[in-house]
């Protein structure tokens, strides 16, 4: 696949998810009275919200590598500083799931993003191009967040 192709699907998807999250947030009002479960909502949003920026400006960046990579570098400092904060102020409140348990992956992850953003040369050493390994990464958040997601709901529906 044409890695521009790639990361206009990922980036249509992802804008797409966050829009679906807000007819799904505005149907459940029960969701935003508790703090900690406003904060997990929020959570799901900022999860497709993040890489769709990523992916956006992937596109516009092009060949232009300083473009994408300042759009990567912000946002996995954000995906990392919003995650952890998300993942000490809903302790106690989070969904019991496996991956809820394991959250602390998805701040690993951007810190990945982020190494590939700040030395793109080390993705050779995966014989990919920057853009290829940071896609595999955006891969990986789209399907945790996916999951998250999944955890999140199901377990909001059970109280």
């Known amino acids: 696949m044409d890695i521009n192709t790639f990361y206009a ?7 797409t998810l966050v829009g679906l999250w807000w007819s799904v947030v505005k149907d459940k009002t029960e969701w935003l009275k508790d703090e900690a479960t406003r904060r997990l909502a929020g959570g799901v949003y900022a999860s497709f919200l993040i ?17 994408w990579q300042l759009v990567f570098i912000l946002a996995s400092l954000i995906g990392i500083i919003s ?3 998300l993942i000490l102020a809903t302790r106690k409140a989070s969904p019991r799931g496996a991956f809820s348990r394991n959250r602390w992956l998805v701040p690993l992850l951007y810190v990945f993003v982020l190494w590939f953003a700040l030395f793109p040369g080390t993705a050779a050493i995966l014989g990919l191009q920057p853009l290829q390994v940071e896609g595999l990464l955006l891969c990986i958040l ?3 967040a996916h999951i998250l997601t999944w955890e999140f709901m199901t377990s909001q529906a059970q109280k």
């Not at 699907?9 to 804008?15: D, G, I, L, N, Y």
């Not at 992916?55 to 060949?63: D, I, M, P, R, Y």
């Open 51 to 67: 890489p769709a920026l990523m992916s956006l400006g992937a596109q516009v960046g092009g060949e232009v590598r300083l473009v």
């Open 9 to 15: 699907v990922t980036s249509a998807t992802c804008f």
């Open 83 to 85: 995650t952890t904060r």
């Open 142 to 144: 789209i399907l945790i």
